[in-house]
């Protein structure tokens, strides 16, 4: 079965302070894993995928397959980036069955 | 961006009444839907998965006669909670992907807040 850890459920951080926001996975197959984002009275939408590469909003994350984690990285926190991050995992095969973390609230202080 | 509206975004009802949350893809085809459902302090669990034109295959726990879905187009999904019940109150998300493969990320709607008396 797939499962998706974020061990915090608030991560408060002073502005222009690093941000890492955890997340580990256990799934058997190749799993392609996602960061989504919610800002406040927002919907849920993408942030990134690890498949990509790319950095939004300055935020990156690597899959280390190893450590079996997806920790999503920003070098300096905004007040802008405070919002619900959820950490995803879709199993591959065709059957886009996503499981979601239980969620981390970044708060960033002024 | 691809849009997903749900609607309604809330909705309060009497015990026993069913209730119908809609979920469209306004600027693509859906091929694939999902509906989630968002228990308090904890994750989106998904409920259904939901492919135009055939029959939604339902997650583990779920109950179908509980919970219909509809998937009559490319651009229309419909969740309905039938004989709704105050443990049915909760948060419920649904969204939509064009690909089937899972090549494609989800596109989310603003989801429905459902409130049963």
């Known amino acids: 079965a797939q499962r998706v850890t974020q061990p915090e459920k608030l991560l408060s951080v002073f502005k222009g302070a690093p941000v890492e926001l955890k997340c580990n996975y256990s799934?058997?197959?190749?799993?392609?894993l996602f960061w989504y984002v919610q800002y406040s009275r927002q919907r849920l939408q993408l942030l990134l995928r690890h498949i990509s590469r790319e950095s939004i909003k300055g935020f990156t994350a690597d899959l280390n397959k190893g450590e079996t984690s997806f920790h999503l990285k920003k070098p300096f926190a905004q007040e802008e980036d405070s919002a619900m991050y959820y950490c995803a995992l879709i199993n591959s095969g065709g059957y886009q069955k996503v499981t979601f973390g239980t969620g981390t609230k970044l708060q960033v202080i002024p | 961006g691809a849009v997903v509206s749900q609607h309604p975004s809330r909705v309060i009802c009497k015990s026993g009444t069913s209730v119908k949350i809609e979920c469209r893809s306004l600027d693509f085809q859906a091929t694939t839907m999902f509906w989630y459902r968002q228990f308090p302090k904890k994750s989106l669990m998904l409920m259904a998965t939901s492919n135009e034109g055939s029959k939604a295959t339902y997650e583990q726990g779920v109950e179908k006669d509980k919970f219909l879905i509809n998937h009559a187009s490319l651009t229309l999904s419909t969740l309905t909670v039938t004989s709704a019940h105050p443990e049915d109150s909760s948060f419920y998300i649904c969204?939509?992907?064009?690909?089937?493969?899972?090549?494609?990320?989800?596109?989310f709607g603003d989801g429905t807040r459902l409130s049963i008396l």
């Open positions: 969204s939509a992907t064009p690909d089937s493969q899972g090549n494609q990320p989800q596109h």
């Open positions: 799934y058997s197959g190749s799993p392609e």
